[in-house]
């Protein structure tokens, strides 16, 4: 009895086995010399198989941050833009969450949106604190060079139980910003960063809850890491090299912002 798998396949039908042997299309048989230098090819590369890689991804890491830096400049002349970049890149930002594949051009549409906000906010922060943004980009840069160097020295690693808690704590942190955000806009409070001015013991609030954000900024770096590592070694498409990019542009970009308002507490107003 015919094998069913092959029974419904034109290819192994009989009128194509005919065909084949009137066309003289007999298959030909390597030699030995022929199998030795087969054999003797090198491996394919990730690259040649539209792998995952560890460069091709930073790559796609880079040119998201270049187009970060161009909509930041753009956010730096014309502050009033990130509103439209807050608007747009949480618009974008779920869409690229939620889309199964993923698209380079709209998580480069993320980056840009992301720029207006962070040149938009930077220029805000310069204006009340003299020197805060060099030192806000310099600390998260310390911040995600000192992460990337304990997980490629395997020093720090995800856990079940610290994911769950850094969920728990990402849940607080955003309920606990939309309450204050609603304070703000409804004038209950009048300071300029709302509940986070309020002082326990003489500190801000702030103080606490930014270092906690922080910590809380770098576990997500440390996830992003592991994300791209598993995507690599398990020798995912290439394409998902984009999703590493968008994961850190999110995180670095949350990062810089925390750092930015963390350090306003400490320098002197102008």
């Keep these: 009895m015919a094998n069913p798998a092959f029974s419904n396949s034109p290819a192994f039908s009989a009128k194509a086995a005919a065909k084949a042997a009137r066309q003289g299309a007999a ?17 394919a590369t990730p690259d040649q198989m539209e792998r995952m890689t560890y460069q091709d991804t930073i790559f796609k890491t880079i040119a998201g ?22 608007i747009a890149g949480l618009a ?6 939620f889309k199964k594949k993923p698209s380079p051009a709209l998580i480069l549409s993320y980056a840009f949106a992301q720029g207006l906000l962070v040149g938009g906010v930077s220029m805000f922060f310069s204006q009340l604190w003299n020197g805060i943004v060099p030192m ?39 309920a606990f910003s939309l309450v204050n955000l609603g304070l ?25 809850l930014g270092i906690l954000v922080v910590l809380l900024a770098a576990y997500s770096l440390v996830m992003d890491f592991e994300f791209i590592k598993r995507g690599v070694e398990t020798g995912q498409p ?8 968008f994961g850190l542009i999110v995180t670095i970009v949350w990062l810089y912002l925390e750092i930015l308002r963390l350090l306003s507490y400490f320098l002197p107003r102008n």
Excluded: C
């Design 136 to 174: 806000a980009l310099f600390g998260t840069l310390g911040v995600v060079a000192v992460t990337l160097a304990l997980f490629a020295n395997g020093k720090v690693r995800t856990s079940k139980r610290a994911t769950k808690i850094f969920l728990v704590a990402i849940v607080g942190y955003l």
């Design 27 to 43: 298959p030909a048989v390597p030699t030995p010399g022929q199998l030795q230098e087969h054999f003797s090819l090198p491996d």
């Design 65 to 86: 941050f270049a187009v970060l830096l161009v909509g930041a400049a753009i956010g730096w002349i014309f502050p009033a833009l990130a509103i439209v970049g807050a």
């Design 184 to 208: 703000m806009f409804t004038g209950v409070t009048d300071s300029m960063f709302g509940l986070r001015d309020y002082e326990i013991f003489g500190i801000p609030l702030g103080i606490p």
């Design 92 to 97: 974008l930002a779920f869409v690229n969450i």
């Design 238 to 245: 290439r394409i998902y090299g984009w999703t590493g990019a």
